[in-house]
């Protein structure tokens, strides 16, 4: 299999994403997509979230990250079947294609900060070893209206292109930063939460999902209002590098007898050798229930 392959399968065609959005994601490292979800789906999807977080309480998104003043959840496939439509959305995958080539699920993380809450650093989610050599895309599923009031996310167009900044120890692995080039320090904010003279803030419609660079300067902005804004970070990976969730970790009978050939390629929760026999290997021993 191959990823191609696995998205013509899933009903995602070469028009899905235009010359014009390659051109915002090549110039600007993002743009936004309207209605790829249902108001139905939305509903579905949001309550799901809800119920997820009432059993979880303030350990959720303990998988990957707990952050004060935002609700969380990681691991979500594990935990509920109402997220799978996400992974055949045609729009995302299209795009992960046109910037990674193969390409798989990189982490899918529920976000919605508590008003008062949600500010934080400009960073970058993934470093880089040279110009254009992208590592992962977001795709910022929407489940609520994004406004101006409840926490959008601000970027800076065109900074996918400038030096990586502030990436997350979990994402980090054993990269090292390089010092940042004398030419490009003025580039560089001594503040990070600070505004950016050239940041936007995206807003969105529910049902809408907004596709950025992850190498993108971007961050969470405070939530002044009561109004809910449930999104999934669902991020795509090349296939060459690793997850920030190790899906096949974390697999259990019943996502795997759940998901199609299509879904465990881009999940990465089943393996074929070069003859094409199916090879069935989870890493936990509590994994071994097909042994």
Not at 18 to 30: P, T, Y
Not at 74 to 90: G, M, R, T, V, Y
Not at 160 to 178: A, L, M, R, S, T
Request: hydrophobic share 35%; with cysteine; glycine share 6%.
């Amino acid at each position: 299999m191959y990823s191609k392959q696995i998205i013509r399968s899933l009903n995602t065609r070469p028009d899905h994403i235009s010359q014009e959005q390659k051109n915002a994601l090549d110039e600007n490292g993002f743009y936004a997509v309207e209605n790829v979800l249902t108001p139905e789906e939305c509903a579905t999807m949001a309550q799901a979230f809800e119920d997820i977080i009432a059993s979880e309480k303030d350990q959720g998104g303990h998988e990957v990250h707990i952050e004060p003043g935002a609700r969380r959840i990681s691991n979500i496939f594990n935990k509920s079947d109402a997220f799978d439509k996400c992974l055949e959305i045609p729009e995302v995958l299209a795009a992960s294609n046109y910037l990674l080539g193969e390409f798989k699920v990189h982490g899918a993380n529920l976000r919605d900060p508590n008003k008062g809450f949600g500010h934080q650093d400009y960073h970058t989610d993934v470093h880089k070893k040279f110009a254009d050599d992208w590592w992962v895309l977001n795709a910022v599923v929407a489940f609520d209206d994004i406004t101006l009031e409840n926490g959008p996310t601000r970027v800076v167009p065109g900074s996918h292109k400038w030096v990586p900044i502030n990436v997350p120890v979990v994402n980090q692995g054993d990269w090292e930063p390089d010092d940042v080039p004398a030419d490009l320090k003025s580039d560089v904010p001594e503040d990070l939460s600070a505004a950016h003279p050239q940041e936007i803030f995206v807003t969105a419609k529910a049902g809408s999902v907004v596709l950025m660079n992850s190498s993108l300067w971007h961050s969470g902005t405070l939530k002044h209002s009561d109004a809910p804004r449930r999104v999934l970070h669902l991020t795509y990976t090349r296939r060459d590098l690793p997850q920030q969730l190790t899906q096949i970790d974390y697999l259990t009978p019943e996502l795997y007898e759940r998901m199609s050939p299509e879904h465990r390629y881009l999940l990465e929760i089943e393996a074929q050798d070069n003859s094409g026999q199916i090879l069935r290997q989870p890493k936990r021993e509590q994994a071994g229930w097909w042994n």
